[in-house]
């Protein structure tokens, strides 16, 4: 075919044009990046968290024998008869959800490093930190480690049992998986320890049985000997409103909704808390938690806002703060 | 041991029952001078209370 008949031709030129401009020149992911976007925004990510791994740690000490030790100082005064127990009730409220702060950050060894100096520190905050809320640190930090490496796989995540399609439900759901017929919350970590079989998963096992009994035990020996209504309200109440809390604010709330959420900046959201940001636990920013457990709670507002345009990048909706 | 441990965990809410929430709720009936049923002691009613509602937290798997 000759030039001019080429352009004589009806229609001719438009089926030899280029690609459209807007085509890629490399393949995008599904979040829309390149790999080469993606890898230079993994490092900016990196260098950024790293500012804010570390820092003062000894508050969280201080706070979880200082906590603990007012807390066991309730018992001897409620029967002694010199003990405010609406004032105590509250603060064992406290203490049963602050404790969980504090173990969280043992369980990621934030206190103390393996074979570092402050590593029998890092496991006594963790140890007495969840005895209030009668759930043995062994048992928390295998369950918790094993929460990342599966989040919000239905089968392998211990916390997938926690949702529930809105917030009244996961309320709802907080009390209904500690009933003893239904497998979830502590009879579900049970079953998996079991399932794991490990020394650790055994040693666990057995430190939970334990715990239960020694609450079990304190429980029935103050009531029959008259302290019933002081024990509920040391012990008894507190743990069940520091679980559901605990449940609904460092579970629920951030890994909703969680089918099929899977990826590293998908399986935590970042959401707007209606009691703030103290009273959440710094819940609202638990997504950079997940990305970088290293950082500890203090700090992860801070690393959230710095991490922001980051994040952003990478498909998380930032919208909520 | 291990096997009776298991079994004393496995009635855990039926001793529940008998063990706390029995001295509770007469507790809670001295406290709040309210009259067991039938002329039973606070104690009796408790124990008759939180023994059922224990039990059958027991077999239904639920305490409510």
């Known amino acids: 075919m000759s030039e001019n008949e080429l352009l004589l031709r009806t229609g001719a030129g438009t089926e030899t044009t280029a690609p459209a401009s807007d085509r890629p020149a490399m393949p995008l992911g599904p979040d829309g990046l ?21 820092g ?10 200082g906590c603990f030790a007012v807390w066991l ?10 003990l405010n127990l609406p004032l105590a009730f509250a603060l064992s409220c406290f203490f049963c959800v602050g404790g969980y702060v504090t173990s969280h950050e043992a369980m990621h060894s934030n206190i103390g490093r393996p074979g570092s ?11 007495v930190s969840t005895i209030p809320i009668v759930f043995p640190f062994s048992m928390a930090r295998l ?3 094993e929460h990342h490496y599966h989040c919000n796989d239905p089968l392998k995540d211990p916390d997938y049992t926690d949702e529930a399609p809105n917030m009244w439900a996961a309320w709802y759901k907080t009390w209904y998986n500690r009933q003893p017929g239904v497998d979830g919350s502590i009879h579900h970590y049970k079953r998996i320890l079991a399932e794991m079989g490990t020394p650790a998963a055994r040693r666990a096992l057995v430190e939970t049985m334990i715990l239960q009994l020694v609450f079990m035990g304190t429980l029935f020996t103050m009531a029959w000997n008259g302290y019933a209504i002081e024990a509920a309200l040391i012990w008894w109440l507190p743990r069940h409103i520091g679980l559901s809390y605990i449940r609904f604010f460092l579970s629920w709330a951030p890994h909703h909704p969680r089918e099929g959420k899977t990826g590293r900046y998908e399986n935590t959201n970042i959401f707007k808390s209606r009691v703030g940001h103290i009273l959440s636990m710094g819940m609202q920013y638990h997504l950079v938690h997940h990305l970088y457990p290293g950082i500890p709670n203090h700090r992860t507002k801070e690393a959230y806002y710095a991490l922001k345009p980051i994040l952003k990048a990478r498909g998380v909706d930032v919208s909520p703060l | 041991m291990a096997a009776v441990l298991k079994q004393v965990l496995a009635w855990m809410p039926f001793f529940f029952g008998i063990g706390f929430i029995a001295p509770l709720t007469a507790q809670l009936m001295q406290l709040w001078e309210i009259p067991a049923p039938f002329g039973l002691s606070p104690i009796a009613f408790g124990l008759i209370f939180g023994g059922t509602w224990g039990l059958i937290a027991n077999i239904r798997g639920r305490w409510l």
């Open chain 1, 34 to 54: 390149d790999r080469y976007t993606r890898r230079d925004l993994r490092k900016e990510e990196i260098a950024i968290a790293r500012q804010f791994h570390g």
């Open chain 1, 117 to 127: 100096k402050t590593r029998w520190l890092n496991e006594a905050v963790g140890a």
């Open chain 1, 56 to 65: 003062t740690m000894w508050p969280y000490a201080v706070a979880a024998f």
């Open chain 1, 143 to 145: 369950m918790h480690l």
């Open chain 1, 73 to 82: 100082s309730f018992f001897p005064l409620a029967i002694m008869g010199m």
